[in-house]
């Protein structure tokens, strides 16, 4: 049997270990580098009848310590089995060209998410992607969700899906 006195002793131990692991924690709490956010508008547009033209307005939020520096943003459709098919996404100045030549895409509410964009520690961004989906737009409207997926630049991939009923 072990005595009282080895048993309090035990007891203070594990506490002050599970005490130390806590801090830890805690202060590692903001150390890693990853973002989350929301896709905030949709818009479609056909460019023929098996092709659509995509643009996902999102907001980007870093909870970390460190910056959140881009490398590569895709958007990506995922139908009602779960299967997905990654967009081809255009560049900032083809962007702007096609919003001039595709009224029916409305505004340009945001600058596009490119290469070596930040975003500051527990800051936020509003940024876009524009994307072709050889996929006639009926079957993009009939979408499971859109997801903005983004690459950061030490490999970390993040994904920001559709929350459908907003």
Do not use: W
Request: charged fraction near 25%; charge should be neutral.
């Amino acid at each position: 049997m072990l005595s009282k006195n080895f048993l309090i002793a035990l007891g203070i131990g594990l506490v002050c270990i599970v005490i130390a692991v806590c801090g830890v924690l805690f202060m590692q709490r903001g150390a890693h580098v990853g973002v989350d956010g929301e896709i905030l508008k949709i818009r479609t547009t056909p460019i023929d009848e098996n092709s659509t033209m995509v643009v996902l307005d999102f907001r980007v939020k870093n909870p970390s310590d460190y910056p959140f520096v881009a490398r590569n943003v895709t958007a990506i459709y995922e139908d009602s089995s779960g299967a997905r098919t990654e967009g081809l996404t255009a560049p900032e100045i083809d962007a702007r060209h096609i919003f001039e030549v595709m009224p029916t895409l409305g505004q340009k509410y945001n600058q596009t998410m490119i290469e070596r964009d930040k975003v500051s520690p527990h800051g936020q961004l509003d940024r876009m992607v524009m994307a072709r989906f050889d996929l006639p737009e009926s079957k993009l409207q009939a979408r499971k969700q859109f997801i903005v997926r983004i690459e950061e630049i030490d490999g970390g991939m993040f994904e920001i899906p559709e929350k459908k009923g907003k």
